[in-house]
């Protein structure tokens, strides 16, 4: 037994060290501020896609009309068959389109559909640039034009800028930081700006796309069955243009998540998706994380000096690493403590998603499952 403990130990502590040094800087969070927009402004469609978002999508839609952006920036609004007063909600503006989603098709996931319906209509502007937002998301006032810019500065075929989440609910305090650490663990940005890294990702609330990009890749039909369809898109577009995802603490999300069942349901929606369905990467993701996250404050108090020595470097290690996330979103450096009950959460959570998806209730979103 000791020497397992010692070989756990090793284990966590060389993964924690690799994390630190060789994973592209993914845990030096900070926002970047955007170029300024020195070329002539193009065109800019923004698509939302909503499906019951009466209670956010107003102040959204009038974040975007309130931009200071030189040219064109027109909104499409795509109702998706919503239950509650979304399409009321978003008010009336010369700027402003609504457009029906049609009948879900087979094979495709309800917010891609949505998007593809509002694409149509966006093609009439003859846009330089599509903005692909979502109902929750409030811009400030110079996000349009900071996309834009960066996009032209850096011939960039897609920009993509992950918002600042709420965190102010009890629950959102202690796991909402947690789930931008973990996602920027698997899609360093670094990595994803390199034309020499496979990495691709981007973050579905803000994505500036060009339209010729889309066309290049057949359309957004392309990621039609695609759960996770940020990052699927990403990695259609990525192999033969150049992306690029960062933060901001500008721009933000304005959904609530007041509960731990909401928040779980929130990751259970899409992490057994993200292992391809399958029930040995489930297996290896639980062993991992239970390696890498719960294992160094075991070890720590265990009697091996040697284990306990692994243990307690490779939780120091650990809480180095996030204590930048918690200070982006004003947190107490004092939960990096927690991270290891924070990832058992996140362990539970994507079982969970599993058994959702076994037993045909997986990628629900807004009573509709996607995932089955």
């Not at 839609?61 to 040219?71: E, M, V």
């Not at 993200?274 to 265990?302: C, E, N, R, W």
């Not at 009697?303 to 947190?331: E, H």
Request: proline fraction near 5%; charge should be positive; glycine fraction near 8%.
């Amino acid at each position: 037994m000791t020497l397992l403990f010692e070989l756990v130990g090793a284990a966590s502590l060389g993964v924690w060290i690799y994390l630190l040094i060789g994973r592209g800087g993914f845990w030096r969070v900070a926002a970047s501020p955007p170029p300024t927009l020195d070329a002539p402004a193009k065109a800019v469609v923004a698509v939302i896609p909503a499906r019951d978002e009466e209670p956010v999508v107003g102040r959204a839609i009038a974040s975007l009309l309130n931009q200071d952006y030189p040219g064109l920036l027109h909104i499409i609004l795509v109702d998706d068959h919503s239950t509650d007063a979304t399409v009321r909600a978003a008010g009336t503006h010369e700027r402003l389109s609504i457009v029906e989603a049609g009948p879900l098709p087979k094979g495709w996931t309800g917010k891609v559909w949505a998007v593809s319906e509002g694409l149509k209509r966006a093609a009439e502007f003859e846009p330089g640039y599509i903005l692909l937002t979502d109902a929750d998301i409030v811009h400030s006032r110079d996000n349009v034009a900071g996309l834009v810019a960066r996009a032209e500065a850096g011939d960039l075929d897609l920009v993509s800028y992950m918002v600042k989440l709420e965190c102010r609910k009890r629950a959102e305090r202690a796991l909402i930081p947690a789930f931008v650490f973990f996602f920027l663990k698997l899609y360093p940005p670094s990595w994803i700006s390199r034309r020499d890294r496979k990495t691709a990702g981007a973050a579905g609330g803000c994505i500036l796309i060009r339209p010729a990009a889309l066309k290049r890749i057949g359309g957004i039909a392309a990621i039609r069955g695609e759960l996770i369809d940020d990052c699927a898109l990403a990695r259609a577009v990525k192999p033969g243009g150049n992306i690029w995802m960062g933060l901001t603490e500008e721009t933000s999300s304005i959904r609530e998540y007041a509960t731990f069942g909401e928040i779980r349901r929130m990751i259970s929606r899409t992490a057994f998706t993200q292992l391809h369905h399958s029930a040995l990467l489930l297996a290896g993701t639980v062993l991992a994380m239970g390696i890498i996250y719960l294992a160094p404050p075991f070890l720590a108090l265990t009697g091996d000096r040697i284990a306990a020595a692994c243990g307690i470097t490779a939780w120091t290690l650990m809480m180095i690493s996030y204590v930048p996330t918690l200070r982006f979103y004003r947190r107490s450096a004092a939960w990096a403590l927690a991270l290891p009950l924070i990832a058992l959460f996140y362990m539970i959570a994507t079982v969970d998603s599993a058994i959702r998806y076994w037993s045909g209730r997986g990628g629900v979103w807004k009573g509709r499952a996607q995932d089955t």
